[in-house]
């Protein structure tokens, strides 16, 4: 199943603040399925903690055991290194020992590959946004000493001041040949687990 199908569970995920389970679903009980479900997202065995806490509200109880056998059947299909990729890439926060023992060693490499383009990527539109957000700050000022102020800021962070790039200009620059470099490292790992073994 491709990751792209799973980015909302990924997010969820990624943002730790998705509500567990409703009544209604603690009621219905499904747990292999939902255990399956959630090893497809790539979460860890702690999730059914907060299963046990949104469910114990009405006296519920998962079962453990279902949960985990469904989870473990997930986790065989997200556990894999062309998925490692994806997520990481994608931000997904890996937590150690979530994939099988005899996955983790191949999938680690190809999460941590996608993660630092991920992070790269990042950086770089932090950066961009710094100077977009100085750029709507000059066109919204009116002419004045306070306009005057943020148009020094900016040239001496962003554009050329006493012949020297700016401050930004040179994070910048750096932030984009890391960005591309992760990508490039990202794309070439890729290739290889498309390239059949001879």
Not at 105 to 122: H, T, V
Not at 123 to 140: G, K, P
Not at 148 to 174: C, H, K, N
Request: proline share 5%; net charge positive.
């Amino acid at each position: 199943m491709p990751l792209t199908r799973l980015l909302p569970a990924l997010l969820c995920l990624a943002l730790s603040a998705c509500a567990s389970l409703n009544e209604a679903e603690c009621r219905r009980g499904d747990w292999q399925a939902l255990g399956q479900k959630e090893g497809l997202a790539g979460y860890a065995a702690q999730r059914l903690d907060d299963h046990r806490k949104a469910c114990g509200k009405y006296a519920i109880q998962p079962d453990s055991a279902l949960w985990e056998n469904g989870r473990q059947q997930g986790l065989k299909q997200f556990c894999t290194p062309h998925n490692a990729v994806e997520a990481g890439y994608r931000g997904y926060y890996y937590t150690t020992g979530t994939c099988p023992a005899d996955m983790e060693a191949a999938f680690l490499p190809g999460w941590r590959i996608g993660n630092d383009a991920w992070r790269a990527e990042r950086e770089l539109e932090q950066l961009r946004q710094r100077i977009r957000n100085m750029e709507l700050d000059l066109a919204r000022l009116k002419p004045g000493p306070q306009r005057d102020a943020v148009e020094r800021e900016y040239r001496y962070s962003v554009g050329i001041w006493g012949g020297m790039p700016g401050m930004f200009s040179s994070q910048l620059s750096l932030a984009e040949h890391n960005a591309w470099r992760a990508r490039e490292r990202m794309w070439d790992y890729q290739r290889k687990l498309a390239t059949p073994a001879s």
